[in-house]
Every structure is written in C-alpha cells, then in structure tokens.
C-alpha cells in the first residue's frame, strides 16, 4: 500500500495548485482524478468557454473592420466546428503544461475514482482496477456539477447543460437559455455571435442579478441590440420536447426553441465518494462544512473549492486549497474572503470586487458612489471601445471603497486595481490622487474614484 503525508482528491484549479505547493514542500504527496486531468475548469468550464469568447470577439471585430478604415474582401465567416477545433488545442496545451508542472514538482498523478474506506484510507478504481492508499491529510477538491430542472432534465440533445455546449454536433438555429447568470450570459454572447437566434430566460428582476444593477442594466441594453430577447421576473411553469424546446411562462407566454441550456446554477460533486466512511459534517445545501481553516469536523480531512459553496471561482477554490496545504503541513492559516474579484465575459464584459450598491445600502450602509462612462474617456474613442462604465461604491463616513463594477473593454482585467486598492485598505480619495497613464482604459479607474467627491475631470460640470 503506497503511503502519502497529503492526497488530494479532484484535479482542477484547487487540487493541483495545492498537489504543486505540497510537493514542493518536500512531503509525498498524490492527487487523484477520475476524469480528464485539470477538472471542470480546463475541459469544460473556464478555460475553453474563455477560448471561445476569444474567437466570438475576433469574429466580431472582423466585422466591424470598416469601423478601423480596414477593408476585407469577401464574406466573413465562422463555424461552431472551427471554434471547437481552436478550443480543444488550446486545452490539450494548457493540459500538457499542467500534467508537467504538477509532476517536475513531484507529486504522483493517480487516475481513478477516488472513495473513502475510513478517514485515512482511500480506494481508487481505475478500468475494474483497484489500489488502496494510505493519507495522513487528505483534501476533498472534487467540483461540482451542473444543476437540473426537475420538469427539463439533462439529455444532450434538446436539454443542455454548460458541459454539452462545448460539444454540440451542430450551431442551433435557436438556443433557449433558462438562468441569466453569468454562464448563460457567456454562452449567449458567444452563440449570438455565431448567429443563433437566442432567448434569455430569468426568474429573477434582471439579468446576472447578482451584480450590479447598473451594470446588468448595460448588459442587458447591449445584448437587445444583438437581438438577443429577454424575459426577466419571469417563471416558468410548463415545459414539452417535441422538435424543439417549449417552455411555458407564467403569465402564458410560450417560448420556443430548437435547443435549451439550464443554466440555473451548480451543485456539489460528492456522488461517490464514501463520505458516510468518514463522519464528515453536511451541510443542509448539499455541501461540505469546514472552518475557516478548510478543516472538516474530521481533523486530518480538509475540503476546498466548490464542494464547499459559494462563492464557485476557480480562484476562490485555488486560494482555498493553498491554506488547506499550509495547516496540513502543520500551520494555522486562516481564509480571507474579503476580496475576491470575479469576471463575466460576455461582451461587453465584466469585472466586479466587493459589495453591489444596493447591498451596501441594505446592510445598513451610508454610501457614496462614483461613476464614469466609458466613452468619457479617450482611449475609448480611440479603441473603437465606448461602451460602458466603472462604478465604485464607498462607505461615505470613511471613504472606504467597498466594492466595485466595471463593464467594458478589458474590465476582468481592470477590476484587479480596485481589488488591489481594497485590499490595502484604500479611500476613492487615494485612489483618485494616483497618477494613471493617458491614454488608457485605467482612466476610469480615476475618474470613478475622483467622481466619488465630485471631483472627476471629464463629467460635466458648472463652477461652484
């Protein structure tokens, strides 16, 4: 029986920066994975959707190319078969460079499903194989999965979840897209792009609604202007599969389409894996208990990523694995969830951090707001890129920031300085005072954090 001082079970984004940081630290170590090496987040989440939101942005430009004085002869084309084919490189790449990274660290790669026999002893099956191992510390980092409608269950073929959608065997004339977070946001920019007819579907007041109003305001304005239709605060209440998808609204409109993605959210992937063998605590939503720590109620089980909840960020789950691997090496970390900034990229895309206005405002919050649109700004013109806004929220008493959102060119990018200026504890003031390149979208990052005190250069404004 082979013996590890950490196993870890699941490959993604947390298991094998945390197989990597505890190799290093010179401990036997040994990550697990019944699927394809890398998790959700490199074969069929972040990595190859993010491949294809490149080509849809490519595909658009081309375009718009007059918009530039470029001139291209002849039809501009794309196929989803093509898309796919760029996306699968890039993941057999990406892929190639993991699987060398983990192991020059020196972590050993076992494949199979992983199942616990007690709290030290794992079973791995493998092709009607089975190997047994011993772990002093092991760490659950097994994903999760897409969530199912009861009354639409997953088939592949006129039912899709997100992992089908990088697999179709053809570009649906119409794609009806039931949750408008930001996965079905993502995926209906990019088959809009293509030339699907798509329909967003929201239960909820708006699109993406757990960001910003303003900013899914935007979203939803540009998404229209792509003939993208949408239905929010809207129910569902029926639902039939013949040729095409038809689901039934509450208020008796009938929507069709030839092709439907659930996009309702994720849940824990814990199928399996013998958890009932260990007394590890459960929470009510399906999910993994552990402190703050990672820990379990099981000392030497610790449990990162999404099996544990929200918030489902690879990041998140990768920073979680890091301080997991720390107190199994005898330390006492502790998780700090206080920034974590997160991207939507549709397009326009999105960049957030910290609090929404509105939920600083329930909080009890006295709030100060600074915004700025981003055709106020030159390199926008410039760019061609004048669509959107950065918005930055303060609590008025300190002049804390507390959140941030920005739509727009290179946003996911952007928001890192305001995630940045949080994290050390910065007011709008600082930020503003700072000196930003001109021209540069980091512009409104300024003029936000000046608009906060009235102070910002390119919004209008009489003498006092």
Not at 19 to 25: C, M, N, P, S, V
Not at 339 to 363: D, H, K, W
């Amino acid at each position: 029986m082979d013996r590890y001082e950490i196993a870890i079970i699941g490959s993604g984004p947390a298991g094998y920066v945390g197989a990597i940081k505890a190799a290093r630290a010179g401990v036997p170590t040994c990550i697990i994975e019944k699927g394809e090496f890398g998790g959700v987040c490199l074969n069929i989440g972040c990595i190859p959707t993010k491949a294809m939101v490149a080509s849809a942005k490519m595909l658009r430009n081309a375009r718009r190319s007059s918009e530039f004085s470029v001139k291209i002869d002849g039809a501009i084309s794309a196929s989803l078969e093509d898309f796919y084919r760029r996306k699968d490189r890039i993941v057999e790449v990406e892929k190639k460079g993991l699987i060398n990274l983990v192991e020059s660290s020196g972590a050993v790669i076992k494949k199979g499903h992983a199942s616990f026999l007690d709290n030290n002893t794992i079973k791995i099956t493998s092709d009607g194989s089975e190997e047994i191992i011993h772990a002093k510390n092991i760490v659950i980092a097994t994903g999760s999965k897409p969530a199912a409608l009861p009354f639409l269950p997953f088939d592949g073929v006129k039912v899709l979840s997100s992992d089908n959608m990088l697999n179709l065997d053809k570009l649906p004339k119409s794609l009806l897209v039931i949750g408008g977070g930001y996965i079905g946001c993502e995926f209906a920019s990019i088959f809009s792009a293509l030339g699907t007819k798509v329909t967003i579907v929201e239960a909820l007041p708006h699109i993406l609604p757990n960001m910003d109003g303003d900013i899914a305001k935007v979203l939803d304005r540009e998404f229209r202007k792509e003939k993208i239709e949408i239905h929010t605060n809207s129910k569902i209440v029926g639902a039939k599969i013949s040729d095409v998808v038809t689901i039934t609204l509450e208020d008796g409109t009938d929507i069709s389409a030839e092709m439907a993605l659930v996009s309702i959210g994720r849940r824990a992937l814990i199928d399996g894996l013998g958890l009932e063998n260990t007394g590890v605590s459960m929470l009510p939503q399906g999910i993994i208990k552990v402190n703050n720590q990672m820990r379990t109620n099981v000392p030497n089980i610790f449990a990162v990523g999404d099996v544990i909840g929200n918030p489902m960020l690879a990041h998140v789950a990768s920073a979680e694995c890091k301080v997991a691997i720390a107190n199994a090496l005898g330390n006492h970390f502790i998780m700090d969830y206080s920034v974590i900034p997160s991207g939507v990229f549709t397009y326009p895309e999105i960049g957030s951090v910290g609090l929404t206005e509105n939920a600083a405002r329930q909080m009890g919050m006295d709030v100060k707001v600074g915004s700025i649109q981003l055709r106020k700004i030159g390199i926008s013109h410039a760019s061609g890129e004048i669509i959107g806004l950065a918005k930055i929220v303060t609590d008025a008493i300190s002049d804390k920031i507390v959140g941030a959102h920005i739509i727009g060119e290179r946003a996911t990018d952007l928001i890192h300085e305001i995630a940045a200026a949080m994290f050390q504890g910065m007011t709008s003031s600082m930020l503003g005072r700072m000196i930003h390149s001109h021209p540069s979208f980091s512009e409104v990052i300024a003029e936000a954090a000046q608009d906060v005190s009235g102070e910002a250069i390119y919004e209008t404004r009489k003498a006092a």
